[in-house]
C-alpha cells in the first residue's frame, strides 16, 4: 500500500491559481500511474488528471488548458497546477497512485488514494 500525502489545497478568487503537491511512499515511484480526482459535495468523485510512467498525461475536457500535472521522480511528489481556477472546480482533491504504469483516468486503475486536500474558489 503506497502512503500518499496531498497538500496546497486553500481558498482562492475565481482566476486565480494553487499548486497541489502529493508526496507518496512507494518504492520505484517513477514505475507507477499517478492521478488527480475530485468530489464536490453531493457529487461523485471524478476524474481530473493522470500522468503514466513515461510522463504521458491526459486531462478531464473540463480542466484541460487550464491545470498540469507532472511529476518529479527523485521527490515522489506528483504535482497538479491549477490555473484559471472556476467556482466550480471547488471539491476535495484527491491524489491517487496506480496499480500498475497507465491509465487513462479510470479510477479502478489506482489502488491508494490519499485523505485529500479542500480547494474553494469563490467568485
Known amino acids: 500500500q503506497v502512503q500518499l500525502v496531498e497538500s496546497g489545497g486553500g481558498l482562492v478568487q475565481a482566476g486565480g491559481s494553487l499548486r497541489l503537491s502529493c508526496a507518496a511512499s512507494?518504492?520505484?515511484?517513477?514505475?507507477?500511474?499517478m492521478g488527480w480526482f475530485r468530489q464536490a459535495p453531493g457529487k461523485e468523485r471524478e476524474f481530473v488528471a493522470a500522468?503514466?510512467?513515461?510522463?504521458?498525461?491526459c486531462y478531464a475536457d473540463s480542466v484541460k488548458g487550464r491545470f498540469t500535472i507532472s511529476r518529479d521522480n527523485a521527490k515522489n511528489t506528483v504535482y497538479l497546477q491549477m490555473n484559471s481556477l472556476k467556482p466550480e472546480d471547488t471539491a476535495l482533491y484527491y491524489c491517487?497512485?496506480?496499480?500498475?504504469?497507465?491509465?487513462?483516468?479510470?479510477?479502478?486503475?489506482?489502488?491508494?488514494w490519499g485523505q485529500g486536500t479542500q480547494v474553494t474558489v469563490s467568485s
Open positions: 491517487a497512485a496506480g496499480r500498475g504504469r497507465d491509465s487513462r483516468g479510470d479510477p479502478a486503475d489506482f489502488g491508494s
Open positions: 512507494a518504492r520505484a515511484f517513477s514505475m507507477y500511474a
Open positions: 500522468t503514466n510512467w513515461k510522463s504521458n498525461t
